[in-house]
């Protein structure tokens, strides 16, 4: 199951490669080393085109950088794009100039050993730009300590003013280097750039006096004319228009509309703040800059005996005011030429031109090592003093090589030096590429070179170079001519193989080749040098007598760069020549040293236009800087080669084997991860510690494999790190809400602890409280009786009796009982006035009659209690049940009230049905339509009843009255309610209770008992004795 899945993933390896091929080729190679046809220039061009097309400007050829001048702001320089090539592995990347300032930065780090970056190219191609490039990328991204910033600031702020006295517009370049530049960058073992030092090389002094139309003069003079300040012109004695200059003036283009000398007037002032010149350095510096516009200025006239004079001696004041010497004495040395004889010194006049060529010599002398003096105390302001250990990175921008129609021994001295360094890479890159193959032990085919060393050797070979016949015909006895020279340069190196003059090259090469020039077969290609001028150049002649003025000069860098000593020597100063070939060579030592990088620059068309691709001007440099044989011998045999840790650290994700890690030997994993992918044995060699691939098509193949897993990768380690950002910043909330909880318990629990010792406080008061209680009010108990009274009030609340039979009642702790009492008085009162009002006047009527029975027989009669719950009725007899004849006989007395009655005879007590009817006058003893006995009320003596339960109550009438039939003797069943209505109609208390037995009135005089006791039935009967009997129940209550 396993290896089938690998089955698939592999042939999906395979697919994917084929399949991004194409779209690679589209867009060029990024190196051309991988490049199928790598010894067609055709091919090479091809490749350098389309990614100019598309503002690719970098290519390598391995570890050498090809650059293509954009001449337009590509956006390619931020502090992003820095940070991005920070420390990451040199081909992981797309080329460019910061990969090798980088590359080279980690190796000096790592092996702590020093490197140098040499920067060539043609004028304009992007050398300066790109040194600049790497000395910025160096000041970003380094470490920097605080302390040290000043220093990296100065080797920063050093690049303006060197530019400004160094650089020129001239046709090629508006920024033109007119000097060779190395500089030294020095880091600390820490990899902080602690120091620096800059060394120059044969600036182009000439330029000085002389400008080519449509070029300037060094960029100082114009900057100064149009930034300085005011008084400082005036101090100076100069005007703000160049034109007023013939040494500016010359090439007719002393405003450039591409600079702005204003500008940079600023940027230079500002950094020579930085790098430490003094007020006093900058007044003689530009006394001196200003003493050489003074010097152009001056005009020879011829005198009678044609001599020279100078008829406006305005500007010798000037100059003799701004260099501190005596006008007189300047005057005599620009006009007059000290001639030692054997013994004395004569002194003669110069003719006007030769005055003239005194002037120009001095300018250029003056200027020149001024320059030289600038460069020396810019290096003082980098020196570090520190005298630890530094590992350096240098920068070399020098010239490339130059052909023009002319050339003349500027291009000789510059071709020469560019010979050098092609020695250099030589030796560096070629050899040492060869040496690796032999190194690692693989097969290979020797790949022919061409060795340059044979055309140094004709140049600067001692007693037989060119520069030696030059310097023995600067030095010869008797007229010397440029034409003497060229002479003896075919007579000394005729035979050359890489010379050619007009005389030795036959008819063929005639045409070719001037009368007075010669032909040097260079590595690059041929250039002819005219000899004119060479050995006025190599001499570089400054009369005896000017000498000795500017050494006597009070300008402080004057008498600095014209040292008495020199006018003391015997000794001839060494020939520029020979000065250029010694700096050459210890530049040549000093590179050797190093670790080198190159970088080429290629200048993409002659008018300086953005995306404009002159073939024919790039094949030329192609050739010229031997970037084919580069090529060709990078390719010798591989395309590609790395080393196993780096091959197998880029690719590893490939192989199962070797993914994540690989524990084993690295070449080991190397051959298991090609194995695996499916490399074929012609395709690639194992050498003892690099892998070298044969074609460029198998390493695409592998990078794009490595592109497409890249993403599988990229997701699951996306995955993984989302995974864990998840992870960790759920252990992160869950650790503040463990924290968040533990605090929140905390608090909670602090707070319990105040409540339970509020708690404790307040149970304490209230026990003393408790304990004091009975005492008169104090601080001891005054909290504890304020609680139980408003806690005995409060509760009271909801204990108050709702109506006025409710008896019960909150029992109040004893110190409220007084109050309880009034409170509960109260609490009744206002239930009874409550209740009263809600009461209606037919009820209380009813309950005045019920007040009225309780009078009566309250706790005297049984069976009372129970009646209570019995509601008095107003007639227990409807009138319409009373007959209409008994109505007539009460007459208008209204009945009030009747009830069924038993009635008793008084003689044998025999039982009948009556009704009782009571009016307001009188109560009536009705049978039926008859009123059988009428007792008004004024008659009525009393009413009896027993104090036992049964219904018996006796009317008591006056005796008196005989008319009268007696006390009426009658059985009611609502003997309550009967008795309490006559009683109330009577209006007097007229009943009385009685006990055991009573006497009534039968007829005058004559009395009847009636006896009452309790038995178990009820029973009223007449006894024995003609008593009347009445038993009766007793009743629980
Ligand atoms: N990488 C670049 N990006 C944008 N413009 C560039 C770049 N390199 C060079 N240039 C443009 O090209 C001009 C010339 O470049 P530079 O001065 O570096 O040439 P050079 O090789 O030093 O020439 P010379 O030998 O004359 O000193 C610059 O002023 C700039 O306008
Ligand atoms: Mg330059």
Redesign the pocket.
Known sequence: MDSKKEEVRRKHIRLHMEGTLTARDKVGVQDFVLLDAHTSEAAFVDNLRKRFKENL?YTYIGTLLVSV??????GIYTVSQMELYQGVNFFELPPHVYAIADNAYRMMCSELNNHFILIS?E????????SKKILQYYAVTCPMTESLQIARDRLLLSNPVLEAFGNAK?L??????RFGKYMDIQFDFQGVPVGGHIISYLIEKSRVVYQNQGERNFHIFYQLLAGGEAERLAYLGLERDPQLYKYLSQGHCAKESSLNDKNEWKTVSNAFSVIDFTEADLENLFGVIASVLHLGNICFQEDEQGCATVPDTHEIKWIAKLLGVYPPVLLEALTHRKIEAKTEEVICPLTPELSAYARDAMAKAVYGRTFTWLVNKINCSLVNKDVTKKTVIGLL?I??FEVFDKNGFEQFCINYCNEKLQQLLIERTLKAEQAEYETEGIEWEPIQYFNNKIICDLVEERHKGIISILDEECIRPGPATDVSFLEKLEDRVGRHAHFQTRKLAGPKGRKRIGWMEFQLLHYAGEVTYCTKGFLEKNNDLLYRHLKEVLCRSDNSILRECFLVAELESRRRPPTVGTQFKNSLSSLLEILISKEPSYIR?IKPNATKEPSKFDDFLIRHQIKYLGLMEHLRVRRAGFAYRRKYEHFLQRYKSLCPDTWPHWHGPPGEGVQRLVTYIGYGPEEYKLGKTKIFIRFPRTLFATEDAFEFSKHQLVARIQATYKGCLGRREYVKKRRAATKLEAHWRGVLARKEVQRRRWAVQVIRRFVKGFIHRDEPLGPDNEEFIVFVRKNYILNLRYHVPKNVLDKSWLRPPGILENASDLLRAMCLRNLVRKYCRGVTAERRALMQEKVVASEIFRGKKEGYADSLNQPFADSRIDEGDIHPKVLQLIGSEKVEYGVPVIKYDRKGFKARQRQLVLTREAAYVVDVAKVKQKIEYSELKGVSTSSLSDGLLVIHVSPEDHKRKGDAVLQCEHIFEAVTKLVMLVKKDVVSVVQGSLQFSIGPGREGTIVFHTGPEEQIYKDKNGQLRVVSVRRKS
């Open positions: 400007i001048n954009p001449y337009q702001e590509l190219g004028s304009g191609a992007g050398k300066t730009e790109a001239t090629r370049n508006d920024n033109s280097s921008d010239y490339g620059c």
